[in-house]
T-cell receptor, first 113, second 111 residues
Framework: DGGITQSPKYLFRKEGQNVTLSCEQN?????MYWYRQDPGQGLRLIYY???????QKGDIAEGYSVSREKKESFPLTVTSAQKNPTAFYLC????????????FGEGSWLTVV | GQNIDQPTEMTATEGAIVQINCTYQ??????LFWYQQHAGEAPTFLSY??LDGLEEKGRFSSFLSRSKGYSYLLLKELQMKDSASYLC????????????WGAGTKLIIKP
């Protein structure tokens, strides 16, 4: 089945640690996105990529990093510079074009311990 | 600037009808999306409007008025499983077709 796979579903991070969230899609979509969602809040864009080997900062990129070495993969690293990383992280993808319906992975819960 | 407004929370009764409004301000409007998000889960696509008028899909309908910068999602014959947050998002040409998201409306269904 085609879809977006995020892993892990739940992740605990110690203070000062970097952690990486995986996102893989087999929808052949060009564009991929990472969003952060805090409880009771909307989606905030962290990074997006519209083509391999290129990515752009979103509204809240500080403390995060990404790579796009393959079309299918868009991992997100939450660095120690991100002081309040506890949140629900959503990876998404879409085909570029006028009607860009966006599809989401199941999400990853990150908690700082 | 870009802005999307939706009510924070609404309550409705099982079997009834509810209308969730969304108003927006964007410079390069290219379509409006509605997504449903159950607690702790990812958003799922409900509807897309780019032309004025009503789009009906089963118990859910979505309306758009571009001149008023206004949309609504209409849910009929409400079921308990419809308890969720409903997110309004606008595609903006001037932002490279990025989606601008509203904060979502939490819908609570009571028996």
């Amino acid at each position: 089945d085609g879809g977006i796979t995020q892993s892990p579903k739940y992740l605990f991070r110690k203070e000062g640690q970097n952690v990486t969230l995986s996102c893989e899609q087999n929808l052949n979509h060009d564009a991929m996105y990472w969003y952060r969602q805090d409880p009771g809040q909307g989606l905030r864009l962290i990074y997006y990529s519209q083509i391999v080997n290129d990515f752009q900062k979103g509204d809240i990129a500080e403390g995060y990093s990404v790579s796009r070495e393959k079309k299918e993969s868009f991992p997100l690293t939450v660095t120690s510079a991100q002081k309040n990383p506890t949140a629900f992280y959503l990876c998404a993808s879409t085909q570029t074009g006028i009607r860009n319906t966006i599809y989401f992975g199941e999400g990853s819960w990150l908690t700082v311990v | 600037g870009q802005n999307i407004d939706q009510p924070t929370e609404m309550t409705a009764t099982e079997g009834a009808i509810v209308q969730i409004n969304c108003t927006y301000q964007t410079s390069g409007f290219n379509g409006l999306f509605w997504y449903q998000q159950h607690a702790g889960e990812a958003p799922t696509f409900l509807s897309y409007n780019v032309l004025d008028g009503l789009e009906e899909k089963g118990r859910f309908s979505s309306f758009l008025s571009r001149s008023k910068g206004y949309s609504y999602l209409l849910l009929k014959e409400l079921q308990m499983k419809d308890s969720a947050s409903y997110l309004c998002a606008v595609s903006d040409m001037d932002s490279n077709y990025q989606l601008i998201w509203g904060a979502g409306t939490k819908l609570i269904i009571k028996p």
